[in-house]
């Protein structure tokens, strides 16, 4: 049965594998491209138009929210429950493209995240079945198995690829090994 799909974009490479399996279901895919999370400007604008690309690639329509990149979103979300960052972060988006996909009278809602080996895909799964409703809910479908089909095509058409999650904490996890010792 084919349905309206309003998928949450994380990213160009995340969204190669999720959107070419949906329209080969022959589903009506549309691209949400929502994440304050993805700091600073500079890198929000490379992966803004790396998702812009595989759009193109991928003949799939895509909407952009950046009026609300501001860093403020993200880090107000997170500010004093850093220890639970991921998981409201995950919120922060998801919430966003439920409410979106409800307006837009769309079936489903989904997420690229679920594509991601880093990402805990039980948790955002139950995280999206909490936000769903009757007339549009959440498409839980594993997009894993096809990992590296997904990012072996995203390399072929030479999309860019991030080296951090996205927030400035995953950034200082994944270099903080470059500070030199201290008194050196
Ligand atoms: S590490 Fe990734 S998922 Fe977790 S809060 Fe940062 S950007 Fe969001």
Redesign the pocket.
Known sequence: MSARVLMHICCGPCSMYPATRLLEQGHEVTGFFY?P??QPLQEYLKRREAAEQAARELGMKIIFQDQDVDPRV?LRQ?AFREDK??F???QLRLERTRSAARRGGFDFFSTT?MFSKM?PFEQICALGKTLETEKCRFLDQDFRPGWKQGIERSRAIGLYRQN????I??EF?RFKGSLPRNGQ
């Open positions: 994440n999370n993805i993200y997170v960052r991921c409201l972060c995950h995240l990402q951090y999650c996205g927030c904490y995953s996890e």
